[in-house]
């Protein structure tokens, strides 16, 4: 886990995940082709915690 804090009480905290076989392989019905199985993605997020 990687965390900076910018203030005294105000830290970041950045996320990553990558996902494989969402859904186990489940299919995207409302994708313009319908019956594929869905694809590998990636997430970036970040969070801020404020403590005061």
Excluded: C, E, H
């Amino acid at each position: 886990m990687y965390q900076y804090q910018l203030r005294d009480g105000w830290t970041l905290q950045p996320n990553f995940q990558y996902v494989i076989r969402p859904g186990g392989g489940a299919t995207d019905p409302a994708g313009p082709m319908p019956g594929k199985a869905l694809k590998n993605s990636a997430v970036f997020g970040l969070r801020t915690t404020l403590k005061f």
